[in-house]
């Protein structure tokens, strides 16, 4: 194990905090942390947003058994992944997506089989939740190893700004537009694996959306969907492999236009849709960007209309 990531309590965190110093670890200013120390080759990080903690390097997992988990975390978990979450190392698919709150950049959506043996190697090699991985060279490399993972099986769709823009007004609604883009991923990974008895994925909209979507093949199959479900092997991957789609096809275009199309939606996003839309015309975004994001009817008014306002939900 190279990495290991947890959420913390700000109560933990300071008592985290004082078991380092009593430790002797060595304390170092790092951005975006409450606090960072070192002691030999193993790293331990607290970061400001959760908080929560990333160790890295060598002696992670006795420092977890040991110190961790005993003295702060107050439960075991390291070890015992299969008597916690048992159906995690079962038969199945993790199906994930990438790029929906972008305004730059396609929707990516991605499918990884995995099985006992599979998942106890993702467990090894570090692999979670592509969120919680700030690295785009960390991202290459575990999408790397999933990859070359025996028996592991991976699947993309990479839905490019032309084809989103036309689907969505197709469509109506994101939900949608998911479901038919995690079916078709289910369906590859069928023709694959035609055995895999389930399919897993964080929950977006009733599973009716995608059942309504897959063709005679993913009929059989059984559709789960919860939240937080990237805290599965599969789903986890199927996140890394679905961003590593997402950052490729950015860096790829942003060479090709000479502009740093960027991600998110935030304010430097409208200022670089303002240069796109100077430089060669509103209808230019429709290549690039989602152009029902309100971004699109704020840098080009009158190409593209506001979007509805939402309607408040009730009970």
């Not at 190697?121 to 999933?146: H, N, P, V, Y």
């Not at 990859?147 to 689907?167: D, F």
């Amino acid at each position: 194990m190279n990495s290991y990531t947890a959420l913390l309590t700000p109560e933990q965190a300071g008592k985290l905090r004082a078991l380092l110093k009593k430790l002797g670890f060595t304390f170092a200013p790092r951005p975006y942390t409450l606090f960072f120390a070192q002691k030999e080759k193993l790293s331990v990080a607290v970061y400001e947003k959760g908080p929560k903690v990333l160790l890295q390097g060598k002696g992670i997992e006795e420092f977890v058994q040991f110190q961790l988990e005993p003295k702060i975390l107050g439960e075991a978990k390291l070890g015992y992944e299969e008597v916690h979450s048992p159906e995690m190392f079962e038969p199945h698919f993790g199906v994930d997506e990438s790029g929906k709150g972008d305004f730059f950049g396609p929707l990516v959506i991605a499918g990884v089989y995995v099985d006992r043996g599979i998942a106890r190697k993702f467990l090894e090699a570090g692999i979670q939740d592509s969120k919680r991985i700030g690295s785009d060279a960390r991202i290459r490399s575990l999408a790397d190893t999933i990859r070359k993972t025996q028996g592991a099986l991976a699947n993309t769709v990479v839905i490019g700004p032309e084809r989103y823009n036309v689907l969505y007004e197709k469509f109506g609604n994101l939900n949608s537009l998911l479901g038919w883009g995690h079916a078709r991923v289910i369906e590859n990974l069928l023709e694959k694996k035609p055995s895999c008895p389930r399919a897993l994925s964080d929950k977006f909209a009733d599973p009716r959306v995608i059942e309504r979507s897959l063709l005679q093949r993913g009929r059989a199959i059984k559709l789960e969907q919860r939240t937080k479900a990237e805290s599965d092997l599969a789903v986890a991957a199927a996140s890394i492999i679905a961003r590593e789609a997402f950052i490729d096809w950015l860096e790829k275009r942003s060479k090709a236009l000479g502009l740093k199309l960027g991600r998110g939606v935030s304010g430097p996003i409208k200022e670089t849709a303002r240069k796109v839309v100077e430089a060669h015309g509103p209808e230019f975004l429709r290549e690039v960007a989602k152009v029902h994001f309100r971004t699109a009817h704020e840098v080009a008014p009158t190409s593209f209309a506001a979007p509805a306002p939402r309607t408040p939900w009730r009970k």
